[in-house]
């Protein structure tokens, strides 16, 4: 285990759709301890898979985000605090977003803020639209690259929570973004 400014070397173990696991030694010489790389803690290029920027048996540079019922989760990049002004979005306004990634849990839509800073945040699967939701279905209904209507649910640091489901306070009635000329769901490309 070496460190270089908070982060750390570790040893990737194995690799998968959703992430990976590094093995980190403490630097006493104490019991190495596992760690989870999220998928989205990965700096994956568009189009890119875990695999393609892991490998198993490579050193990897990490830092220690959180320790989660004995497991620490890392990642490869300092968060980057979701701009200030995905703060001030009301709940009931419709964002234009672009579908970045699908994974089984939910959908990454990268959005742009009125003030024109861009972030990628996590449409949820529960998130998706009312009523149960199979996985499948997001893959089958959402194509990475496609246009959506999503609103901001919650900003917590490095966190941007959206929906594709109408906020209690819609109604029948949505207040969308002046971009948006198409109802809030999926817009057609």
């Given at each position: 285990l070496h460190r270089k400014k908070n982060f750390l070397t570790g040893l990737v173990q194995e690799t998968c759709e959703g992430g990976a696991y590094v093995l980190l030694q403490p630097p006493d010489g104490g019991i190495a301890v596992q760690?989870?790389?999220?998928?989205?803690?990965?700096?994956?290029?568009?189009?890119?898979?875990?695999?393609?920027?892991?490998?198993?048996?490579e050193e990897v540079e990490v830092l220690v985000k959180s320790a989660e019922n004995g497991r620490l989760v890392l990642s490869m990049a300092k968060p980057a605090l979701v701009p200030s002004a995905f703060k001030e979005i009301p709940e009931d306004l419709w964002l234009r977003g672009v579908v970045k990634d699908l994974l089984e849990f939910g959908v990454f839509v990268a959005v742009q803020a009125p003030t024109g800073e861009e972030y990628t945040g996590l449409v949820h699967i529960s998130q998706y639209k009312e009523g149960f939701v199979e996985k499948a279905l997001l893959?089958?209904?959402?194509?990475?690259?496609?246009?959506?209507?999503?609103?901001?649910?919650?900003?917590?640091?490095?966190?941007?929570?959206?929906?594709m489901k109408p906020s209690a306070k819609d109604g029948k009635e949505r207040t969308r973004s002046p971009a948006l000329t198409a109802p809030a769901a999926v817009v057609p490309l």
């Open positions: 760690g989870v790389l999220r998928r989205q803690e990965i700096n994956l290029k568009d189009g890119e898979t875990v695999e393609d920027v892991l490998k198993v048996g893959a089958k209904e959402l194509k990475v690259g496609q246009e959506v209507s999503v609103r901001v649910i919650e900003v917590d640091g490095n966190r941007l929570s959206l929906s």
